[in-house]
C-alpha cells in the first residue's frame, strides 16, 4: 500500500503492534520526500529509478539530479518527468502535481471563465479541509 503523503502514528512513535490506539493521520510531505520514501517503498536505489525517468531529450535523469529533487533543491523539470515518476513510483501524478505546486498539462492554458476557476479551487480547498 503507498500511503501518498499519508504516516502511521505507530511509524512515527515506534507503537508497532497497537493498531486500536492508531489513528492515521496526514502530514504533509514535500515532493522530495514522497519521492524519496515510495521509491524506498519499493526497494529502489537512486540510481536505478534515475535510469527509469527519461528527460527530454531522451537520456535517462542522473542519479545526482534525482539526489537534489529527493532533498527538496530541485523540482521536476517538466511535466512529463512528473509523469514517469509517478509511473515508477505507483503513486497518482496528481498528489505530485499538487506536492510541486503545479497543475498538470490538461489543465494549463485553457479558456475557462474566472468564476469557474474560483469555484473549482473552492471546491478543491473544501474537500481538502474535509478529509483533515
Not at 520514501?37 to 529502489?44: A, T, V
Not at 531522451?58 to 539526489?67: D, F
Not at 521536476?76 to 506536492?99: D, G, H, N, R, W
Request: glycine share 6%; aromatic share 8%; charged share 20%.
Amino acid at each position: 500500500m503507498v500511503k501518498l503523503g499519508c504516516t502511521f502514528m505507530d511509524e512515527i512513535w515506534g507503537l508497532t503492534g497497537v493498531m486500536e490506539a492508531v489513528t492515521l493521520i496526514c502530514v504533509f510531505m514535500s515532493l522530495g520526500e514522497t519521492i524519496s520514501d515510495n521509491r524506498k517503498k519499493l526497494g529502489y536505489t537512486q540510481k536505478y529509478l534515475a535510469q527509469c525517468i527519461q528527460k527530454e531529450v531522451g537520456a535517462p535523469i542522473t542519479a545526482q539530479y534525482l539526489n537534489d529533487i529527493e532533498h527538496d533543491r530541485r523540482s521536476p523539470s517538466s511535466p512529463a518527468i512528473i509523469e514517469q515518476f509517478a509511473k515508477a513510483l505507483q503513486i497518482e501524478p496528481e498528489v505530485l502535481y499538487f506536492q510541486a505546486g503545479a497543475l498538470p498539462p490538461d489543465l494549463q492554458n485553457r479558456s475557462v471563465p474566472s468564476e469557474r476557476v474560483v469555484a473549482a479551487f473552492q471546491a478543491f480547498r473544501k474537500q481538502l479541509e474535509d478529509a483533515g
